[in-house]
């Protein structure tokens, strides 16, 4: 009889088998602007900002004019087909720079966030690992990103990779070198 050596492993696998991914569509822009809100990074205790902030014209630039050149996303669903995280990426450049940028070769994750009630389950991680792959198969050697140090975030991204390479107002710039065969 054949023992299961990592029952913590399995037990993941199964919860992750009733999500999947889908590329996202411009009709998805709303769902999208609920995940940017989502994404802010709000401290233990603190209460969260006004729903407006996301369209501050340094937050609306994430989203503003979804569907160009370079971006990509994806939003994971539920076993009945709703949308329940997303995670994107855009390019930016010298006259359009934002939080996490590194320069215009690099893809910066400009959201990434899972409903409350979906949290813990490893939907993030299976959304970081799907756009890792897509980003390093579309030919792009690294991907940035913007992270408070105290979001429980960061450890998800210092996982896959992700370094601080600098700090932007009270949060660190990071980037991961995307190798072709990992």
Known sequence: MEVDRNPIKRKEETRLTQYKLRQAIKEDHD?????????????????????????RPEIAKYLSGWGRAGDIAFIAIDEDENPVGAVWTRLFDETNQTYGYINANTPVLSGMAVLPDDRGKGIGTLLL?????????????SMSLSVDPDNDARRLYEKY??????????????????????
């Open 31 to 55: 769902f999208l602007r609920e995940m940017l809100y989502e994404a802010i990074y709000v401290p233990e205790g603190k209460a969260r900002p006004s729903k407006d902030i996301i369209d």
């Open 129 to 141: 690992s799907e756009m890792i792959n897509e980003v390093k198969k579309q030919g792009y050697s």
């Open 161 to 182: 990779g992700f370094e601080k390479v600098g700090i932007n107002g009270t949060s660190w710039d990071m980037v991961a070198t995307l190798r072709e065969n990992e």
